[in-house]
């Protein structure tokens, strides 16, 4: 059974909406409309029974009764009426006018059934038909009261008719709420789709920068021991260590990544966080690949932590693309604070120059959508003297509001 959450309506626009409240109960689960018609069919017959059954037993006119009988009976159209709306409309209103104007005493109870028919028919966004049939009838009861000079009768019709006209604006406001509603509906079922889209890219950026820099340090160190296996196999020995120390480390970083997407709770990370305090150690990390990286600079005391994870998880990226598209064996990174902005500069001595086209792949892809989720810039471009230079700037008041959406 559909639980109260999915009914409700956490604000606007409109108090019918909410735990238990019938719109939002009614668009998502058809069993409260299946009796919302039986609840239409069994009060209509509830009212016009009474006086169906006095007819009957004080042997009124057979044409009196065989007109409330088919009134009667019109009350089961009800339950087909959502999938035909407009025709049902006309065909209860023929099915109930005999009744209305043959029966001169007592309540027009057999209008009942097209009550609930030019209400819900009205909802449903049947105006014409409903307009058209309120129309005809006018027409007819007028046409009807002249021909026969029948003026109660005729009185008793036009009265009716115009409490089904008002009507029409309850079936308005009805249709205006489910409209209102299905819009919610429609614009929360976007919201979602753009979250979990983001949530993807999210993963995708998250595993994406754990595990590039240890597979491309494992790739290029596998190369290293199967090289030096049988000349220097000391050497091949040290780089089947240093793999197994990456590998391990990546795993328990992976590891961590996904107890954090299944859990949402980080509290107990398997691996150090990410941050500045690592990037001596990433540096170490690409010594063994034959890249010396240099860091100078700090940034000012107090850096937020979104933007201590953010620079990190640049460096690393930018140091991994070094390693795996560049000749250079050398590499700088730069860290600065200036005038409330959070400088980085990370640049290599490879052979690229200016001129030549930059190929940025998904790693610079992640690189700016996470500058982006701290209000930063990233800037890259060729150095005059040849290697690729990248500069991250991050404002220090821009990452307020971002601290959770750049976890790393």
């Not at 018609?37 to 009764?65: C, E, K, N």
């Not at 998250?206 to 196999?233: F, K, W, Y």
């Amino acid at each position: 059974m559909p639980t109260p959450e999915r009914w409700s309506w956490p604000g606007p626009p409109g108090e019918a909406w909410g735990p238990g409240r019938p719109w939002g109960r009614w668009l998502d689960d058809p069993r409260p409309r299946r009796r919302a018609r039986w609840f239409a069919v069994v009060f209509s017959q509830l009212l016009q029974l009474p006086l169906l059954i006095w007819l009957v037993l004080t042997g009124a006119d057979w044409t009196l009764v065989a007109a409330s009988v088919v009134a009667f009976a019109a009350s089961y159209l009800l339950l087909i009426l959502p999938t035909h709306p407009g025709p049902i409309v006309a065909v209860i209103a023929v099915a109930v006018a005999p009744a209305l104007v043959l029966v001169p005493f007592g309540p027009p109870v057999a209008a009942i059934p097209l009550a609930f028919a030019v209400v819900q028919a009205t909802a449903r966004g049947a105006r014409a038909w409903v307009w058209g049939t309120i129309g005809i009838a006018v027409v007819a009861a007028l046409g009807y009261g002249t021909v026969t000079g029948s003026w109660p009768s005729l009185v008793r019709s036009l009265i009716v008719l115009l409490v089904l006209s008002i009507l029409v604006g309850a079936g308005e406001a009805a249709r205006s709420r489910i409209e209102r509603y299905r819009d919610y509906r429609e614009q929360q079922q976007r919201a979602r789709q753009s979250e979990a889209e983001l949530e993807r890219l999210r993963i995708a950026r998250e595993l994406h920068d754990v595990l590039a820099h240890s597979l491309s340090s494992i790739n290029v160190q596998a190369g290293m021991g199967l090289h030096l296996m049988e000349t220097r196999p000391e050497k091949a020995a040290e780089a089947l260590a240093n793999i197994k120390e990456t590998s391990r480390t990546a795993l328990d970083e992976v590891r961590g990544v996904l107890g954090f997407l299944r859990s949402g709770d980080d509290s107990a990370p398997l691996v150090p966080e990410p941050g500045l305090a690592r990037l001596p150690a990433l540096a170490d990390s690409l010594e063994v690949l034959g890249v010396t990286v240099t860091v100078t600079g700090a940034l000012s005391a107090g850096s937020p932590p979104a933007t201590d994870r953010t620079v990190y998880r640049i460096v690393q990226e930018a140091l991994t693309n070094v390693t795996r598209h560049t000749d250079a064996t050398t590499a700088r990174v730069e860290l600065s604070t200036q005038d409330g902005i959070d400088i980085v500069a990370i640049s290599d001595a490879g052979s690229g120059a200016v001129g030549d086209p930059i190929e940025e792949g998904r790693g610079f892809l992640g690189m700016r959508e996470r500058v982006h989720l701290v209000g930063g810039s990233l800037d890259v471009g060729w150095q005059p003297d040849g290697g690729l230079r990248i500069e991250v700037r991050i404002p220090r008041g821009g990452v307020a509001g971002s601290t959770t959406e750049a976890i790393a």
